[in-house]
């Protein structure tokens, strides 16, 4: 049985992987296993997430002394010196977890902030192409019944190989691109996994990856909407 470790981490690990630079952070890290594999080329790599508890355990079983896992105390006291120096970000499955738009945007900012301005960005989200599928080969989804595709709402999947359940947001994907501009970031090309609905065995795709770099106009502007 596949989940998403079979269907979009081999996807990502190759394209960060393919990408050039000597300082990746992985934002949103979770419990590090995408951080571990893409550690294999031996880069630097800062894995920051906001939940302590995670990172606990990801600083007790971390064997490699490329990684280096952030709380998010000590992501805040060195924030700043990280300002446009970071040549890659990696935040897989961020971003469609986030209900508040608050947040939502301020880790959009973030990232901007961050990237430098040769430095690519990618970003895994779960498709928001395919929000009204109910069942892909790696899990269930149920929607509200009244779930439009241009709205935003939160929707529960379950994992078919963990059987957890997991709460989602769905943005249509003009929320995104329009939020990433508001930052002076853009769009380079967006991938999305294979997969099929097990309902009707036409192609749909559980996750959508965007490869993002800085708008030209914004690279080398300073502080650029930074508001914390
Ligand atoms: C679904 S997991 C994905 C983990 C990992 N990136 C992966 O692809 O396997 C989402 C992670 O994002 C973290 N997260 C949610 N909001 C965040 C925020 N505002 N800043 C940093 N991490 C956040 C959560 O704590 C959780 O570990």
Redesign the pocket.
Known sequence: MKG??QI??PI?SKLVNGLEGSLIL??????????EKLALNSRKIIA????KD?IRKSKAKNKDNNIIYLD?DEYSRVRDSFEKKIDII?????LC??ESED?FI??IE?LSYLLHDRGKLVI?VCNPLFFNVKETEIQFRLFPSRAKYNSIFTYEKKSKITNRI?KEVHRPLRIYENSFNNFGLEIEKIIQTPGIDMETGFYASDFMIFIISKLEKYAGVEGLKKTR
């Open positions: 998403k470790q979009l981490d990502i992985d934002y949103g890290c979770g419990e590090g296993q995408l951080t920051y997430d906001i939940s995670i998010s990696l935040c897989s499955l961020v977890t986030i947040i301020s880790v973030d895994a997991r």
